[in-house]
């Protein structure tokens, strides 16, 4: 029977891989690499937001996490409106380059907490919301919580992809 720390262990090179995308997950990063700026900005008749809006909202709620781990949290939002771009698409194509550029960094960085070991996994992190307060949150709490966000977004990519004609993946996903 494995050890605790084995199970810990497994559990963590899991999390690492999902964060990525692996598994029944679609690779977040090959969601987003090969688009292009117009692409990203196009938006659909009847879905709310673009990818490049997606993308930003990514972006936000990692970095916002990041923060909040390393004990300089910022405000949480006030309504759910302020973790999305205002404009549907990205000015250039570097704007959008320098977008996959941050997620990338991000998704590095939450990647890095993933193997960290345990002292730094089970660190509890103060909250920035009432309802934060009403559990404890540790890193690894955190960490599985953007394993879920960045997937239910990466699926909405995957699909605004293929509604635009830039799908399926070349690579990363399955393609049933």
Not at 44 to 51: A, Q
Not at 63 to 76: A, S, V
Not at 88 to 95: I, K, L, N, R
Not at 142 to 162: D, E, K, P, T
Request: proline content about 6%; some cysteine.
């Amino acid at each position: 029977m494995p050890s605790c720390q084995g199970s810990r262990q497994v559990s963590d090179a899991t999390l690492r891989e999902l964060l990525y995308g692996k598994g029944a997950h679609v690779d977040v990063l090959a969601c987003v690499e090969d688009l292009t700026a117009v692409l990203v900005g196009t938006q659909i008749t009847g879905y709310p937001h673009t990818i490049w809006q997606i993308v930003g909202h990514m972006n936000y709620w990692m970095d916002n996490e990041l923060n909040r781990i390393e004990g300089h949290p910022k405000p949480y939002p006030e309504h759910a409106i302020e973790s999305w771009p205002a404009s549907t698409g990205p000015a250039s194509q570097e704007e959008w380059q320098g977008a996959v550029e941050d997620f990338r960094r991000l998704l590095g960085q939450l990647a890095a907490l993933s193997d960290a070991g345990p002292e730094m996994l089970n660190r509890e992190v103060r909250g920035t919301h009432p309802v934060h307060d009403a559990r404890t949150v540790t890193v690894h709490t955190i960490l599985w919580q953007m394993v879920a966000h960045n997937s239910y977004h990466a699926g909405q990519i995957a699909l605004l992809r293929r509604s635009l004609g830039a799908g399926p993946l070349r690579n990363g996903s399955d393609t049933w």
